[in-house]
């Protein structure tokens, strides 16, 4: 029998967590926009269960414009205010401001760093209090849990697999030799 991590062992009827354990969590991405949703997204768990923002992921998708950043860093306050309405995503206005002034760093970072991903892949590899100290001085609403399961979830930090689990295997062939 193959030895997944322990929560899919032990929340074998959640298919929500099973399918991002199986296809996202700890992959890498290169898409920035990707990045950017991954981030947002902890962001609005801070405080509820993953399982309630696996389940909005589409709402969330479909609320911030497929998280593109350039347009979502251009938000106005309509923006804000029609976010804050959608029963279908969290309403919380500190973390709909939150993706709004981050989106606006991130396009500050892009311009020195060419992507959201060079930023991060310059810093790389930096222990989880550096990371978290370095999101804390760049971005806003990115408490120590949220840094760490961005970082882990996007393979910037290890972690996100037990050894056994047959996808940390899969996870480690897709990452590039510079971040093993």
């Known amino acids: 029998m193959t030895s997944y991590c322990e929560y899919c062992n032990t929340h074998p009827e959640d298919t929500f967590n099973k399918t991002y354990h ?29 399982l309630t923002i696996l389940k909005k992921a589409d709402n969330f998708r479909n609320a911030y414009h497929g998280f593109e950043i350039e347009k979502i860093a251009r938000y106005s306050e309509k923006d804000r205010e029609r976010l804050l309405g959608d029963a279908g995503i969290i309403r919380n206005r500190l973390k709909v401001n939150a993706a709004i002034v981050n989106a606006q760093k991130i396009l500050e970072l892009k311009a020195e760093h060419g992507s959201f991903k060079g930023w991060l892949d310059a810093h790389h590899p930096l222990t989880k209090d550096e990371w978290m100290k370095l999101f804390k001085k760049t971005f806003v609403f990115t408490g120590g849990e949220i840094v760490n399961e961005f970082l882990m979830s996007t393979g910037y930090l290890a972690g996100a697999h037990e050894a056994e689990c047959p996808v940390y295997r899969k996870v480690a062939s897709l990452r590039p030799a510079w971040m093993r």
């Open 22 to 50: 199986d296809t996202q969590y700890g992959f890498p991405l290169a898409s920035d926009d990707l990045l950017f949703e991954r981030l947002v997204l902890e962001i609005n768990q801070a405080g509820l269960s993953w």
